[in-house]
């Protein structure tokens, strides 16, 4: 089956530009985070998703930030604008869980290649 | 807030010797995930822990989820250097209903010296 599929790969941008990044689950995935993972540290979870609606967006900087998942399918993360700490691989995983099962204790994340941002 | 860290940071061993990273966490975890992160790649799943005191093998990798679901413990044996990577823990707080947000630990990384 087709991976996670993020894009672009690689984006340079200054300080104060805007960015945005695409994300496209895997097929039949109701769940979809994003991950900002600084250099040297692990994922920390900007947002979550289910379906289309959002289930934890506690540690996204709102003020500069924003995620949206319209069709309830691929999702689109935007930085604006952006500073140097933003600097980061964005990672994007999804999750087969669809919220139909109570006491689902199984939830393995398939993870996108990401997207290295470089802010200067 | 929750904090799930790792000891060691940085683990050097030669080919063949074992290693072991230490995952703990400030709260009790309904569950915990292993990932391996090889360098330049993303997190891929290895396995999930659930039971207090659960063990899991995978060939020659050993999971441990201790009695107080407090941490956790990845072990292995006879290291190759397919190894290679850093492996991060990742923990759920809470009762878990299949759509808890994972807080990942602070990532143990493992090189081998052949």
Request: glycine letters at 8%; hydrophobic letters at 30%; one cysteine or more.
């Amino acid at each position: 089956e087709a991976g996670v599929a993020q894009s672009p790969r690689y984006k340079i941008i200054e300080k104060r530009q805007s960015v945005a990044f695409w994300c496209n689950p895997i097929s039949g995935h109701a769940t979809l985070y994003w991950y900002q993972q600084i250099l040297g540290q692990g994922p920390k979870l900007l947002i979550q998703f289910q379906n289309n609606g959002v289930v934890d967006d506690s540690q996204l900087p709102k003020d500069r930030f924003s995620a949206e998942r319209l069709k309830g399918v691929d999702s689109t993360l935007k930085i604006q604008p952006a500073k140097l700490e933003d600097s980061a691989v964005y990672l994007c995983a999804s999750s087969f869980f669809s919220g139909l099962t109570l006491f689902t204790s199984y939830n393995e994340q398939f993870f996108g290649p990401g997207t290295r941002l470089t802010v200067l | 807030g929750q904090q799930v860290m790792q000891i060691p940071q940085y683990q050097h061993v030669q080919e063949g010797e074992d290693f072991t990273t230490y995952c703990n966490s400030s709260t009790t975890l309904s569950n915990i995930q292993w990932y391996k992160q090889r360098p330049g790649g993303h997190p891929v799943f290895l396995i999930q822990l659930v039971k207090s005191g659960e063990v899991k093998k995978q060939k020659r990798l050993t999971f441990q989820f201790g009695e107080a679901k407090k941490n956790s413990s990845l072990h292995i044996t006879a290291t190759q250097t397919t190894d290679v990577g850093t492996y991060f823990c990742a923990g759920t707080l809470g009762p878990n209903f299949g759509n808890e947000k994972l807080t990942f630990g602070t990532g143990t990384r493992l090189t081998i010296i052949p």
